[in-house]
């Protein structure tokens, strides 16, 4: 699923969204040991949906922290032309005061009571000089503060996008708890053995894929991705996470690419077009495996038709089948 940059330490990433299952692979649990069907397609429903609201979530506290950064240094490039207008001004102050202390008279008069005319010329000639220097420096403070005037018109849009931003990550967090709220009320009323039976399912069923061997990295990067993701096998599903210590869908994915130097999106539908994309039949390992039509979850395949992913809260970083719902695309980063 998807977040890049994630909003520092905002308690935005507890709880919340990527339940690896469909109806379709919930269809065969056993009748007897199977949940209401109902049920089950309500709790599937409900944490899809969940999952779409932690992508927006995702996509929505990346362009915070990138408006965030942006707001930041348009605040500092102001405060640096602030203080140059400062300087220009007093330049052009004292400038003026060499001006008036000089004397104010017509100069043919000056030059007329002057006792000594070559001395006056020389003067003269000097303030021409200051007079030249005090217009360039007067076009450079009128420039400067237009300047100043545009980038704080910029900064002040960015600030009210910022604003907005930060309402819909608000937004799309209250949309993903609330969810996962009914979802844990529709699971806590089921029975032990209707839970086993749903666990179960939420693990897939099509391990018949042809044509998926166990296969080699492509290249050192991707062997190198593919070991991370291994290294984070039993750490917890969070949402909105990207690591370490816990991960949603895409961000184990971008997690572990990083180890290789590699750097991906944040959301699972940009991550579906962070590479080339090749068939399933071709899967390799380190390959980004994505799900679904609205690509609202990913693994990594590792070979042998398993994928390593984050599936859903409760549910540690693990091993599953590649088939366990529907593969929209396959990408080679």
């Known amino acids: 699923m998807g977040s890049h940059r994630r909003l520092a ?27 209401h069907g109902d049920t089950r397609a309500e709790v599937d429903r409900l944490y899809q949906e969940a999952e779409q609201a932690t992508q927006a979530f995702d996509k929505a506290a990346e362009r915070a922290g990138t408006l965030r950064r942006e707001v930041r240094d348009a605040q500092d490039h102001i405060a640096r032309q602030q203080q140059r207008i400062n300087t ?7 400038l003026a005061g060499a ?72 937004a799309h967090k209250r949309t993903v708890e609330r969810k996962l709220t009914e979802a844990r009320q529709l699971l806590n009323s089921l029975s032990a053995a ?40 039993g750490r917890p599903y969070v949402w909105g996470a990207n690591g ?41 390992p380190g390959d980004l495996v994505v799900y679904r039509s609205d690509a609202s979850h990913v693994g990594m395949y590792v070979g042998n038709g398993q994928v390593i992913h984050a599936p859903y809260p409760g549910a540690p970083v693990r091993y599953d089948p590649v088939g366990m719902m529907p593969v929209s695309s396959v990408t080679r980063p």
Do not use: N
């Not at 905002?10 to 040991?33: I, Q």
């Not at 420096?137 to 910022?162: C, I, N, P, V, Y």
């Not at 018949?208 to 190198?224: C, F, S, W």
């Not at 997690?255 to 068939?279: C, D, N």
């Open 99 to 170: 001006q008036y202390r000089s004397g104010g008279i017509d100069p043919a008069v000056a030059l007329l009571f002057s006792d000594d005319p070559d001395d006056y010329l020389d003067k003269a000639a000097t303030l021409d000089r200051i007079g030249a220097q005090q217009a360039g420096q007067l076009r450079e403070l009128r420039s400067a503060m237009r300047q100043l005037a545009q980038e704080r018109s910029e900064a002040a849009g960015k600030l009210a996008a910022l604003e907005k931003s930060r309402k819909a990550v608000a």
């Open 9 to 35: 330490s905002s308690g935005f990433d507890r709880g919340a969204a990527t339940l690896c299952v469909l109806s379709a692979t919930l269809g065969a649990v056993p009748a007897h040991a199977a949940p």
């Open 244 to 284: 370490p210590s816990g991960f949603d869908c895409s961000g184990l994915m971008q997690w572990s690419y990083a180890h290789a130097g590699i750097h991906l999106p944040r959301t699972s539908q940009e991550q579906r077009f962070a590479g080339r994309q090749v068939p399933l039949s071709q899967a390799r």
């Open 88 to 94: 220009l001004r007093e330049r052009l102050g004292s």
């Open 194 to 233: 209707e839970r086993a039976a749903f666990d179960r399912a939420s693990r897939g069923s099509r391990t018949d894929l042809p044509g998926l061997t166990r296969g080699v990295a492509p290249d050192a990067r991707a062997a190198a991705a593919v070991a991370a993701a291994r290294a984070a096998l």
